[in-house]
């Protein structure tokens, strides 16, 4: 038994001094070296209280912001209604759901949230 011991403190003192198990930021030389047209944008804060035509402008600007959004808004939608889990392909009918419908410019002042509830209602009870 002290066998053992011994070997787990020798094998963690090793291990400490080479450095080998903690977690390190990378070096100043490790780090990858960005070009002026590398740098990514950060993604743009998304409300809970967007509308359509909020939407449509986040989607003519920044795709992957939108896209986020639409992940982030139904996530949020769907906790606060105690949806445990979605069928299959749920991504795709909400994303095409969102588009179409504030793609109709009567729904540039509706939610969302809006949106996303009566899509739920509509093609979320086919689980």
Not at 12 to 36: H, I, K, N, R, Y
Not at 39 to 48: D, F, H, T
Not at 54 to 68: N, P, Q, S, W
Not at 111 to 116: M, T
Request: proline share 5%; charged share 15%.
């Amino acid at each position: 038994m002290k066998k053992v011991a011994r070997s787990g403190w020798l094998a963690a003192f090793v291990c400490s001094v080479a450095c080998g198990c903690m977690a390190q930021a990378p070096t100043a030389a490790e780090a990858p070296t960005l070009q002026p047209g590398d740098a990514q944008p950060l993604n743009q804060p998304v409300s809970s209280t967007m509308t359509c035509q909020e939407f449509k402008a986040l989607m003519a600007g920044d795709k992957r912001t939108a896209g986020l959004a639409i992940l982030w808004l139904d996530g949020f939608y769907s906790g606060r209604s105690g949806f445990s889990e979605l069928p299959a392909g749920w991504v795709r009918t909400v994303s095409q759901g969102l588009g179409g419908t504030c793609a109709i410019s009567v729904n540039a002042s509706r939610s969302i949230l809006d949106v996303i509830g009566q899509l739920h209602r509509e093609y979320g009870s086919q689980r």
